[in-house]
């Protein structure tokens, strides 16, 4: 039984691990800029800024990334009465000079174009949460009580919303920008958490507070402020930012299940500590991983960590309702259960673009669902152990009923945006004539063969 166990166990981390293996790159449009906030240079303002002297007819730029240190830029000018297209192939150190020199011209200028804000208000309300909780830890970390912790705390949230809000009045915000900053602030406190635990185990008596809450305060402002800065370098989409996050943060559970699961003995604190921090790495990069694919949006990574903590809940109250006795089984079962969602989840939305909006209904279904389960038990003066599994039951009902709704919408939506049809024209330019066999004259441009090259990118 004990290594039935363990092989459950280990099926759970391959069936996590395996969404990794099935990636593909993506043309993807990216900025031209530091700041994120420019994405096309048109006639304008290539002359405002001076750009691209070489080239004769300019009308606009724009910049794909076609691999991990691979770009094109691709430059559209009309020299005279056609309409060309040059391609640029850059590396990452070109991309990084362009950008730098275009936005220190537009600062030397003054040029102003659209920003991005998108994701201020998450922005705003990640680093106010987060700044009360590193209020109260600083307090802690410096020794105060009462009214001084208070203080602090209260001060922490308001300078959160307020610095932040200064700064970005003139600065491009996304919405992966800000999901990044609260993950890397949760994340971070959960990591303090488990090297406390790394480093004294079951000691109680070393228990230091003031140490504690100053390296949960470091951790926390560190892993936010490196959130931020990844998302905001890479230009990561919000599905690849949620997608890092939920996965990550799921990686903490599935540690600690699987430290339950394969210690036969009590489970230790160290072990629990090890196994759950090295699980949140494990998830972040496997996130992280299946985001770059550019397939997921918001809405797909909120139906994905839905199908795993709802698939692991049904699982929770049938083997409790069953009386199930033991801690390594269940916990085993529970937690496989969970990374069988979330591989389940991930079908669910191949081929799908559920909106932020879907994706949230989808979720009050589930709770929808769960207040019908719990209606019905108690209509029928069912035990506790029958409400968990109506209750369960019915939140999955809530959720397959809502998901049919969106789910053609959503599959249309991804049809569409993956069936454009990129077209390149090139025509073979009139040449002057050169000697040919026999003496005669011959045309090179008559030489030339395809005179009309037709790519077509889907």
């Known amino acids: 039984m004990a290594r ?55 009308q606009e730029a724009v910049l794909y990334r076609i691999g991990d240190d691979e770009y094109e830029l691709v430059i559209q000018y009309r020299p005279d009465t056609r309409t060309l297209r040059e391609r640029r192939t850059l590396t990452d150190a070109e991309v990084q000079t362009l950008r730098t020199r275009i936005t220190r011209q537009l600062a030397d200028t003054g040029t102003v174009v659209n920003l991005n804000q998108e994701g201020r208000y998450g922005l705003l309300a990640s680093t106010t949460l987060l700044s009360l909780s590193e209020g109260a830890l600083l307090g802690a970390a410096l020794g105060l009580e009462g009214d001084g912790v208070g203080t602090m705390t209260l001060l922490g949230g ?65 892993e936010s402020a490196l959130g931020y800065t990844l998302a905001r370098r890479n230009n990561w989409s919000g599905g690849h930012a949620e997608m890092t996050s939920f996965t990550g943060l799921a990686g903490n559970l599935i540690g600690l299940g699987l430290a339950q699961g394969l210690t036969e003995d009590e489970v230790g604190v160290r072990g629990a500590a090890a196994l759950s921090f090295a699980g949140s790495i494990a998830g972040g990069v496997i996130g992280h991983r299946m985001g770059r694919s550019d397939t997921y949006t918001q809405g797909d990574a909120r139906i994905y960590l839905l199908s795993g903590v709802q698939t692991a809940n049904l699982v929770g109250s049938v083997l409790a309702a069953a009386g199930v ?134």
Do not use: C, W
């Not at 790159?25 to 800024?49: F, G, I, K, N």
């Not at 801690?327 to 591989?343: C, D, R, S």
């Not at 249309?412 to 050169?434: E, K």
């Open 158 to 222: 308001a300078t959160g919303f307020f610095a932040p809000l200064l700064l970005t009045r003139n600065a491009s915000v996304t919405e992966a920008e800000a999901d990044m900053t609260f993950y890397g602030g949760i994340q971070g406190y959960a990591h303090a958490a488990q090297l406390y635990a790394l480093v004294n185990g079951d000691d109680d008596d070393t228990f230091d507070d003031q140490g504690t809450a100053a390296l949960a305060a470091v951790l926390g402002a560190g």
């Open 325 to 458: 006795e033991g801690e390594q089984g269940p916990a085993l079962t529970v937690t496989g259960a969970g990374v069988a969602g979330l591989a389940g989840g991930r079908l669910l939305v191949r081929d799908r673009d559920f909106t932020k909006s879907e994706a949230n209904i989808v979720a009050l279904g589930n709770f929808a669902g769960s207040l019908l389960g719990g209606g019905l038990a108690a209509a029928s003066d069912a035990e506790d152990s029958t409400v968990a599994v109506l209750q369960a039951l019915g939140s999955l009902a809530g959720s397959a009923i809502s998901y049919g709704v969106f789910a053609k919408d959503a599959q249309r939506r991804a049809q569409s945006g993956t069936a454009s049809v990129d077209l390149d024209l090139n025509v073979t330019p009139s040449m002057a004539t050169v000697p040919g066999p026999d003496g005669r004259r011959v045309r090179l441009s008559d030489s030339v063969v395809p005179k009309v090259t037709l790519t077509a990118r889907f």
């Open 4 to 58: 039935l166990s363990r092989l459950i166990g280990l099926l759970a981390v391959v069936v996590l691990l395996a969404p990794a293996t099935d990636l593909y790159a993506q043309e993807q449009q990216v900025p031209l800029d530091q700041d994120s906030t420019l994405y096309v240079v048109d006639a304008d303002l290539r002359q405002d800024l001076t750009l691209f002297p070489d080239v004769r007819g300019f």
